[in-house]
C-alpha cells in the first residue's frame, strides 16, 4: 500500500500562554495526489496546521508523517519532499528572480545544473522571464506571487502546502496560478491549500475538511458535502456548517 501524503494522528498542540486555536487528539489523513482544501473561519487554526505540517511549529502531542516519513526524525529529509506557499512573501526583495531560485534552488539540495534549468522552466511558465535580472522590490504584488510560487516548486516537491498563494492579486494571475497548481496536481503532485477565495478553492479541490475551533466538523468529497447539507457551492456550506457571526475576534 502507498503510503499517504499526509497522516496526523492524535496532534496535540497549543500556543503557550494564549487561549487561541489549539489541537486535541487532531486526526487527518491526505491521500497521494489529492487536491485537498482546508477551510474555517478566521482562529479555525488553518495556518497553525498548515505550520505543524511543514515543521514551522512542533507538535506537542501524536505524530505527524509525510508520504510515510515522521516529521520529528527525519526533518532534512522530509523537507526535500514538500514545498511551502506562506501568505507573507518568503524572498529576498533585493535580488532578482535568478538569484532567489538560485540561492532557494541550493538550499533544496539542487545541483548548480538543475537550478538553472529549473530557474529557465519555472520563469517562463509563470511570465517572469522578461524581468528575470530586475531588483524583486519593483514588482507588482501579482509578480511576486508568481514568484513565491517558483521557489516553493523549484525543487519538484512532491506535496505542496499553500497558504492564500493567490490574495491580492488580479483576476488573470489568479487563473494563471490555480492551471498551474491543476497542472502539477495531473503530474502527481498533491495540493494542501488554503484561502478564503471560496469560489476560487471550489474551482481548486476535490477533497476538503473544514475546521472550526481546532476540530474538524465536515470532511469528505466536497460534491458530497454540498449534496448532504444541500448547498450549491462552498460558500454556502461554509456557512451552513460556521455560522453568520463574525469570527475576527481572536488577538
Not at 501568505?87 to 545544473?113: C, I, M, T
Amino acid at each position: 500500500m502507498n503510503p499517504l501524503a499526509v497522516d496526523i494522528e492524535n496532534l496535540g498542540f497549543s500556543y503557550p500562554g494564549q487561549s487561541g486555536v489549539s489541537f486535541s487528539h487532531f486526526n487527518l489523513k491526505i491521500a497521494v495526489a489529492e487536491r485537498f482544501g482546508l477551510f474555517g473561519p478566521n482562529g479555525a487554526g488553518k495556518t497553525t496546521l498548515m505550520y505543524l505540517m511543514t515543521g514551522l511549529l512542533s507538535l506537542r502531542e501524536g505524530s505527524i508523517r509525510i508520504l510515510g516519513n515522521d516529521t520529528k526524525r527525519q526533518n532534512k529529509s522530509v523537507n526535500r519532499l514538500f514545498g511551502f506557499i506562506p501568505q507573507d512573501f518568503s524572498f529576498y526583495e533585493e535580488l532578482s528572480p535568478v538569484e532567489n531560485l538560485e540561492f532557494f534552488g541550493a538550499w533544496s539540495g539542487l545541483h548548480r545544473k538543475e537550478i538553472r534549468k529549473r530557474t529557465t522552466e519555472l520563469l517562463e511558465i509563470l511570465g517572469l522571464t522578461e524581468v528575470r535580472n530586475k531588483q524583486v522590490r519593483k514588482f507588482s504584488g501579482g509578480m511576486k506571487r508568481r514568484l513565491n510560487l517558483a521557489i516553493g516548486v523549484i525543487h519538484r516537491p512532491r506535496i505542496l502546502f499553500l497558504d492564500e498563494p493567490t490574495v491580492g492579486v488580479d483576476v488573470q494571475t489568479r487563473v494563471a496560478i490555480i492551471n498551474y497548481l491543476k497542472e502539477l496536481n495531473k503530474n502527481g503532485t498533491t495540493l494542501v491549500y488554503t484561502s478564503h477565495q471560496l469560489s476560487e478553492a471550489e474551482d481548486l479541490c476535490e477533497k476538503i475538511a473544514l475546521l472550526d475551533e481546532g476540530k474538524i466538523i465536515a470532511h469528505d468529497d466536497l460534491t458530497k458535502l454540498l449534496a448532504e447539507h444541500r448547498q450549491e457551492g462552498l460558500e454556502g456550506l461554509f456557512l451552513n456548517l460556521t455560522g453568520k457571526n463574525y469570527r475576527d475576534y481572536h488577538v
